[in-house]
């Protein structure tokens, strides 16, 4: 009996020297990565990922810009199965031709129409945005995203409303709760 518990008291031992001598590595390990991040920094030098993509600061007289008399639109409450169709007209305030590359929906709901040509500075350009509320109901707020020559290249526009179910309609989609 007191052989076993010599044993396992050994090899209890044992373990916690392991234990020991592996927290002793991963101290060392820690502090040389600190001091490498260290030298780093007190070089001001940053590294770059070896899949980076350089960039360049885009030059402004190769750019649109747009300006939006209103970037949302709430069309209040509609019943289901209206239409609503917005027209959000913009100017051109960059140094270069404003040009819309694409401009893609949120859902199925809604559609986009926009100015097709090229917008020059100082002149207008429209993004038109239908919405058909027909199967939806509820809180409603369909975006599209424009893609064009601005600066950032991503603008979103977006409707805004509530869509009153049709009385007698199906019942709506989704958990019941009992």
């Known amino acids: 009996m007191k052989l076993r518990i010599l044993s396992i008291a050994a090899a209890v031992a044992a373990l916690s020297l392991g234990a020991c001598s592996q927290k002793t590595q991963q101290d060392e390990k820690i502090k040389a990565l600190e001091d490498k991040i260290a030298q780093l920094e007190a070089k001001g030098s940053s590294i770059t990922p070896v899949n980076a993509q350089t960039t360049q600061a885009a030059d402004p007289a190769t750019l649109g810009a747009f300006q939006f008399e209103e970037m949302e639109y709430n069309f209040g409450t509609i019943n289901e199965g209206q239409v609503v169709e917005r027209v959000f007209n913009f100017t051109n305030n960059g140094q270069a031709p404003l040009v819309i590359s694409n ?76």
Request: proline share 12%; glycine share 10%.
């Open 103 to 178: 401009i893609t929906a949120s859902c199925g709901c809604t559609s986009p129409d926009w100015t097709k040509t090229p917008v020059n500075p100082g002149e207008t350009g429209f993004v038109k945005v239908v919405f058909n509320s027909t199967a939806k109901s509820g809180a409603q707020a369909p975006t599209v995203t424009i893609q064009a020559n601005t600066n950032p290249t991503v603008t979103r526009l977006r409707l805004r409303g509530n869509v009153t179910p049709k009385a007698g309609g199906p019942a709506p989609v989704g958990p019941v709760k009992r």
